[in-house]
């Protein structure tokens, strides 16, 4: 029975999943699930609803919020005493039709479209056009979320969050933990026995703030957090994977924001996608090569929000432990650690995962 065990324990692969707040860490978590088919429970379902229906009005008071600060008024006057109704709203209120309506006349407003046009001057919700597009539908007292809906509700993680992808005979257990800073006493409980550590960035966050401090840049948070993480002894051996997320928005912002607003030393052309791509990568690479010197890190650049990335890129964690597994176990080693000189022929150093 004890031999059974043991036996079927070396087919469980423990993937820690780390980084800093905004990254997109769930968002990852649940686009897994969907592509593998691990399907929602009932508990999930209804926290989407309640949570999109939730973002809904967070993301009208943050445009209200964000066109007093820009001193941005609104083009309709009259629409003064509804935006005071929306303001007044608690928190953890959520939408329902008849918010929806005065949410939706608020969102047609050209002065509310000019603050969202400098979404990039202040923190705001990445799905936010996405769930004021949608607000009547989410705040149907009959709504029922589909694929789309589950991986746009944003839904602060707290604590510790286990799921579970099973290809048998392996058993893929991911752990999230909330990427918030006051989350992150809690990492050291889930650093036992990780065969894997996926490490995401928000590609995007060069040219955003922190949710929880307004005066931090999200990339330089991430790299110091990603240092934090890589200089860990207990991870000295264990395979690392990086994904850069939110390609899309960076792809968007670079047009506009250059890299120099983030690395002032950037000496790259401006406007253009792929150097800006290269730099931000050789970031990551060196902090890993002055943590731990010549350990490989590939790195995967995605959109989570498009499924396809999500299954190149998971695609190949999975199928990485999976050989790295066959090769032990044929070599006679015990551990899963020590990979790091292995990993080049198995897994290319970087993939961005192109979108149509």
């Given at each position: 029975?004890?031999?059974?065990?043991?036996?079927?324990?070396?087919?469980?692969?423990?993937?820690?999943?780390?980084?800093?707040?905004?990254?997109?860490?769930?968002?990852?978590?649940?686009?897994?699930?969907?592509?593998?088919?691990?399907?929602?429970?009932?508990?999930?379902?209804?926290?989407?609803?309640?949570?999109?229906?939730?973002?809904?009005?967070?993301?009208?008071?943050?445009?209200?919020?964000?066109?007093?600060?820009?001193?941005?008024?609104?083009?309709?006057?009259?629409?003064?005493?509804?935006?005071?109704?929306?303001?007044?709203?608690?928190?953890?209120?959520?939408?329902?039709?008849?918010?929806?309506?005065?949410?939706?006349?608020?969102?047609?407003?050209?002065?509310?479209?000019?603050?969202?046009?400098?979404?990039?001057?202040?923190?705001?919700?990445?799905?936010?056009?996405?769930?004021?597009?949608?607000?009547?539908?989410?705040?149907?007292?009959?709504?029922?979320?589909?694929?789309?809906?589950?991986?746009?509700?944003?839904?602060?993680?707290?604590?510790?969050?286990?799921?579970?992808?099973?290809?048998?005979?392996?058993?893929?257990?991911?752990?999230?933990?909330?990427?918030?800073?006051?989350?992150?006493?809690?990492?050291?409980?889930?650093?036992?026995?990780?065969?894997?550590?996926?490490?995401?960035?928000?590609?995007?966050?060069?040219?955003?703030?922190?949710?929880?401090?307004?005066?931090?840049?999200?990339?330089?948070?991430?790299?110091?957090?990603?240092?934090?993480?890589?200089?860990?002894?207990?991870?000295?051996?264990?395979?690392?994977?990086?994904?850069?997320?939110?390609?899309?928005?960076?792809?968007?912002?670079?047009?506009?924001?250059?890299?120099?607003?983030?690395?002032?030393?950037?000496?790259?052309?401006?406007?253009?996608?792929?150097?800006?791509?290269?730099?931000?990568?050789?970031q990551f690479r060196d902090v890993m090569e002055k943590c731990v010197p010549g350990k490989q890190v590939p790195i995967s650049?995605?959109?989570?929000?498009?499924?396809?990335?999500?299954?190149?890129?998971?695609?190949?964690?999975?199928?990485?432990?999976?050989?790295?597994?066959?090769?032990?176990?044929?070599?006679?080693?015990?551990?899963?650690?020590?990979?790091?000189?292995?990993?080049?022929?198995?897994?290319?150093?970087?993939?961005?995962?192109?979108?149509?």
């Amino acid at each position: 029975m004890l031999a059974e065990s043991k036996e079927e324990a070396k087919f469980n692969f423990k993937i820690l999943l780390l980084g800093a707040g905004e990254s997109g860490k769930s968002t990852v978590v649940k686009q897994i699930k969907i592509i593998w088919n691990v399907q929602p429970t009932q508990l999930e379902i209804r926290q989407c609803v309640e949570a999109l229906q939730r973002n809904c009005v967070e993301a009208m008071q943050t445009l209200l919020t964000a066109s007093k600060a820009l001193d941005i008024p609104l083009q309709d006057p009259a629409l003064e005493e509804m935006a005071g109704k929306i303001m007044a709203l608690d928190q953890n209120q959520r939408s329902t039709p008849e918010l929806a309506e005065m949410i939706e006349t608020l969102w047609k407003d050209e002065g509310v479209q000019r603050t969202y046009a400098r979404r990039n001057d202040y923190w705001h919700m990445d799905g936010t056009a996405y769930y004021l597009d949608e607000v009547f539908r989410i705040s149907a007292f009959d709504f029922a979320p589909n694929d789309d809906d589950m991986i746009w509700a944003r839904i602060r993680t707290t604590g510790i969050v286990v799921s579970e992808v099973v290809e048998k005979p392996y058993h893929f257990q991911i752990v999230d933990v909330g990427g918030q800073r006051s989350e992150r006493r809690k990492w050291i409980h889930c650093f036992d026995d990780v065969k894997a550590v996926i490490y995401l960035a928000s590609l995007s966050g060069y040219n955003q703030v922190l949710f929880e401090d307004s005066s931090e840049n999200i990339m330089h948070e991430s790299l110091k957090l990603f240092e934090d993480v890589a200089k860990n002894p207990i991870f000295k051996n264990t395979p690392f994977f990086i994904f850069l997320n939110k390609k899309d928005l960076f792809e968007e912002y670079i047009k506009t924001y250059p890299l120099k607003k983030c690395f002032p030393e950037y000496d790259g052309p401006e406007g253009e996608m792929n150097p800006a791509l290269e730099y931000v990568q050789k970031q990551f690479r060196d902090v890993m090569e002055k943590c731990v010197p010549g350990k490989q890190v590939p790195i995967s650049i995605i959109a989570a929000r498009i499924r396809r990335d999500m299954k190149m890129a998971f695609g190949e964690v999975k199928d990485t432990l999976k050989k790295q597994y066959a090769k032990e176990n044929v070599g006679g080693s015990h551990l899963m650690g020590g990979t790091s000189r292995k990993m080049n022929s198995i897994a290319s150093p970087s993939k961005v995962h192109k979108t149509n």
